[in-house]
């Protein structure tokens, strides 16, 4: 496997502010990568760094084997990427496929190349029939979706995506993260910006969480176990008092009471649910449901993000 | 820097202000009416006895300077809206990430700006030139136009006049966040060169060859002072981080 993003302590100050503050990371070729973490986190300065449109302060990154930082390799990354911006900057007067058409050029997409990559692009986005459509008349949805094209015009080795579903409505947002999965299948190497927690843990193969400071990185799963505890939730007819003695006396982690559900922190679920609920049972506890919480790693995001304030 | 690159981005632009119609008819009505205005002058003039031979070079000088006057602001309204438009639609990012220079984005947005104004100053002025011709012959006995006069003014002032208007319509789009705006303050180019003109009309100086062409030297010279801060401003990083 080939190394498409190698960082090394890549810091950037904004005068007094340290945005970014000794990111290391690196990137598979293959990977969809989540970069998630809040606002204000050093998302998009990062993403910049890497696509060489600001200066990092220290530290050093690769990009497609090629130096951020030097002048001359800079545009030959440049040329290697593709990028959504976190604001899609299409040009509202020109059509869709005047759009994708003038970044081919610059990109130095040959004419032939260019034609059968736009209607490839835009047929798969279900834009194909508003080739002649000034972007301005579309919906963020479909501009979001025609950036996304454009920065795909030239089949760029990486893929650095900036929030690409922020300010989608929830239908538009699907469609959009279906596509990356489209993409993540045809094994196209992203780098995806994001403060959904939701969305990095269905798309990303990996994920990092920044919060100026990278705070964990892992795949989904391995994240899911910083916390250490995860959540049994029992959903019973009525919590009694012998149900209550009877977890007790199990010595588990936290039991928390809401109403009739209790939920219950457990290290390992699968191993310990079996006598949980017998123990509710032959306390005459009469069981409705039984589910482990999803949310471990909200948990563990929300943590790492609070901890380090 | 590769100039292929910077026809992309001009060619672009140009398309994009053939669009906007208010943008380019101004750009082409400006000059046009020149064009005709002055000969209107000069005809009208004619019905009350004329304007006299020896008077008339003079006044036919001052009448050219105005083709100054008029390009001076021109460019403001191309580039103007090629670069602060693209600010507001915030579309200089992602152009920023093509692999692209700033030096051929910089040089590609000025072309888009400078091709326009000239192409319609050219045109305007040849008809100009030839109506005059036309209306004054029979006074002076002799074509006015061309002359080495008009010929500075066409092939050095106006030019030079454009591309500072150019470099100063880019320093202005950094610090302003709406078209309108940047126009209004590209707008304020003309006063030098209508100072200028006044002070020929107060006989303060003489609009000859010679002092058109210290007029051009000034150009050059404010040009090339304007090129360090205009590409100065024009920086990526600059851009992306300190535009507001
Ligand atoms: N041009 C800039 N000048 C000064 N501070 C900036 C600039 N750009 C970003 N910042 C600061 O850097 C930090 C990280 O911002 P950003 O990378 O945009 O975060 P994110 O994309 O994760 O929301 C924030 O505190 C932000 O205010
Ligand atoms: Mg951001």
Not at chain 1, 126 to 153: C, H, N, P, Y
Not at chain 1, 197 to 216: F, G, P, V, W, Y
């Amino acid at each position: 496997m080939t190394r498409m993003i190698d960082a090394e302590n890549l810091t950037k100050k904004f005068g007094g502010l340290t945005a970014v503050d000794n990111l290391t990371l690196h990137v598979d070729d293959g990977e969809v990568f989540g970069f998630l973490g809040p606002n204000g986190a050093g998302k998009t300065t990062t993403v910049r760094m890497l696509c060489c449109l600001i200066s990092k302060t220290s530290g050093t990154a690769k990009v497609a084997g090629y130096d951020v930082g030097n002048e001359a390799d800079a545009i030959k990354i440049r040329g290697l990427i593709g990028f959504v911006p976190d604001n899609v900057g299409l040009y509202e007067d020109l059509t869709a496929y005047e759009n994708l058409d003038y970044y081919g050029k610059l990109y130095k997409v040959s004419e032939p190349q260019r034609k059968e990559n736009i209607q490839r692009f835009l047929t798969l986005l279900g834009l194909w029939e508003k080739r002649d459509v000034a972007a301005g008349t579309f919906s963020k949805g479909m501009k979001q979706k025609l950036a996304i094209a454009r920065a795909l015009i030239h089949d760029p080795e990486i893929l650095f995506m900036d929030e690409p579903t922020a300010n989608l409505d929830p239908e538009s947002a699907k469609t959009v993260r279906e596509f990356i999965l489209e993409l993540k299948h045809q094994k196209k190497t992203i780098f995806l910006n994001t403060h959904n927690l939701d969305e990095a843990q269905r798309i990303c193969s990996r994920i990092a969480i920044l919060n100026t400071k990278l705070m964990a990185i892992g795949t989904p799963e391995e994240l899911e176990h910083l916390t250490g505890a995860r959540r049994t939730v029992i959903q019973l007819e009525q919590v009694t008092a012998a149900v209550l003695n009877a977890l007790e006396k199990l010595s588990l982690g936290k039991i928390v009471q809401d109403g009739s559900k209790l939920t219950v922190e457990t290290a390992n679920p699968i191993k310990e649910n079996p006598g949980i609920v017998q123990a509710v049972v032959e306390a005459g506890g009469r069981v409705q449901s039984v589910s482990v919480s999803s949310s471990s790693l909200e948990d563990a995001y929300l943590k790492l993000v609070r901890e380090q304030k | 820097m590769n100039l292929g690159t910077a026809w992309i981005i001009a060619s672009k632009d140009l398309k994009s202000v053939r669009r906007k119609k208010s943008i380019f008819i101004g750009v082409i009505l400006f000059p046009l009416l020149l064009a005709f205005l002055f000969p209107a002058v000069i005809a009208l003039e004619s019905r009350n006895g004329g304007i006299p031979a020896s008077f008339l070079p003079e006044l036919l000088n001052a009448f050219s300077f105005f083709f100054v006057i008029a390009v001076s602001t021109l460019p403001t309204a191309i580039a103007s809206y090629s670069i602060v438009g693209e600010k507001v639609e915030k579309s200089l990012e992602p152009l920023l990430a093509t692999p692209t220079t700033d030096r051929e984005i910089l040089l590609g947005k000025s072309i888009a700006a400078f091709l326009p104004p000239i192409l319609a100053t050219y045109a305007s002025a040849v008809i100009y030139m030839v109506l005059i011709d036309y209306l004054t012959y029979p006074t002076l006995g002799y074509l006015n136009y061309p002359n080495v006069s008009i010929g500075i003014i066409l092939l050095l002032v106006i030019p030079l006049t454009e591309i500072l208007s150019i470099e100063a319509s880019v320093i202005f789009s950094s610090r302003v966040n709406d078209v309108r705006a940047a126009n209004q303050l590209g707008g304020l180019m003309f006063i030098p060169f209508m100072i200028i003109y006044l002070a020929s009309e107060l006989g303060v100086i003489t609009l000859n060859n010679d002092n058109l062409l210290i007029i051009a030297g000034a150009l050059l010279l404010a040009d090339a002072a304007l090129f360090y801060f205009s590409s100065a401003t024009f920086r990526r990083e600059e851009i992306l981080t300190k535009w507001t």
